[in-house]
Nanobody, 115 residues
Framework: QVRLVESGGGLVQPGGSLRLSCATSGFSFDAYWMAWYRQTLENEREFVASMSATVGRTNYADFAKGRFTITRDNANHIVYLQMNNLNPEDTAVYYC????????WGQGTQVTVSS
């Protein structure tokens, strides 16, 4: 059974940082590009960042470039998202999933950026 468990969200002030984690199980983690997405109540889920399975290639949404960094630990089947210089527009629920061939979504982790 595929599982995606996101964690690391919270309340942070503008300019602050958070590191999100996504623990995965039930599929061949090191065979997939992995990605982070986010969703607000008003908007559809949007792409944040992705990372290739083994060679370290990354893609970022324009809003994430220069502020967010995606990494992964293939040995432990975890994908991370380091988020720096956060602003209120980054407030959302953040999810991880395979970059293609999505599996069932996890519960996500809430990130709130507010003073």
């Amino acid at each position: 059974q595929v599982r995606l468990v996101e964690s690391g969200g919270g309340l942070v002030q503008p300019g602050g940082s958070l590191r999100l984690s996504c623990a995965t199980s039930g599929f061949s983690f090191d065979a997939y590009w992995m990605a982070w997405y986010r969703q607000t109540l008003e908007n559809e889920r949007e792409f944040v960042a992705s990372m290739s399975a083994t060679v370290g290639r990354t893609n970022y949404a324009d809003f994430a470039k220069g502020r967010f960094t995606i990494t992964r630990d293939n040995a432990n089947h975890i994908v991370y998202l380091q988020m720096n210089n956060l602003n209120p527009e980054d407030t959302a629920v953040y999810y991880c999933n395979r970059a293609t061939d999505w599996t069932s979504w996890g519960q996500g982790t809430q990130v709130t950026v507010s003073s």
